[in-house]
């Protein structure tokens, strides 16, 4: 139902990680080979992929394998209109998400992999229609790293719930959809 796709280089003990422990959130990920980011979504002023156009092409991708979610995943700089940068960007209740790794980056090992988990989890969270939360939760809204690190790594209980009937619902309606699906809000956890 989900994918992870690698835009480029990223550590395969990173993507296992995400791959195990999103197991353990009902997020069952096929992760895909890594496919090189789209050189159009490059811009050479700011040294940043743009996140608008690696959605459109995890869309694409996504459609065209029979997934109905996918999450890409980067260690490029990315941006998305006009913020200086995101961390990560989601189709509310759509169909595709992506993170970068490129801002999480930690002394320790560990460090990182939370972090990045945590974006994980908030944009898998957007992408099934979860908004941001003001309990201690995942889905709490984000832009600097020291928020990311206090919150917690899983979604509260209300969040969860609501997540557990999206993932059913889309189970139930996965064959009845066919076509590409439209585009919808763009949430970011982001600079502004
Ligand atoms: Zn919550
Ligand atoms: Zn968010």
């Known amino acids: ?21 999103a197991a ?9 080979d890594s496919v090189p980011a789209p050189s159009s979504a490059y811009d050479h002023a700011r040294r940043q992929y743009n996140a608008s156009e690696l959605l459109l092409t995890l869309r694409n991708l996504a459609c065209s394998r029979g997934f109905q979610k996918v999450l890409g995943i980067t260690s490029e700089d990315l941006y998305y209109g006009s913020s200086l940068f995101v961390f990560g960007c989601a189709e509310f209740g759509g169909t595709s998400a992506v993170i970068s790794t490129c801002r999480l980056k930690a002394e320790s090992e560990g460090l990182f992999a939370s972090r990045v988990f945590k974006e994980v989890l908030h944009e898998l969270g957007h992408l099934f229609g979860l908004e941001h939360c003001m309990n201690d939760c995942v889905m709490t809204f ?51």
């Open 1 to 21: 139902m989900i994918a992870l796709v690698p835009f480029g280089r990223v550590d395969g003990w990173l993507v296992e990680r995400i791959e195990r422990l």
């Open 142 to 192: 984000c832009e600097r790293l020291d928020q990311i690190d206090v919150k917690k790594a899983s979604y509260c209980s209300e969040c969860l719930e609501k997540l557990t009937k999206a993932i059913e619902n889309v189970r139930q309606t996965s064959r009845a959809h066919s076509g590409t699906p439209q585009s919808r809000d763009i949430w970011c956890t982001s600079s502004r």
């Open 24 to 32: 353990k959130f009902f997020f069952n990920l096929s992760v895909f």
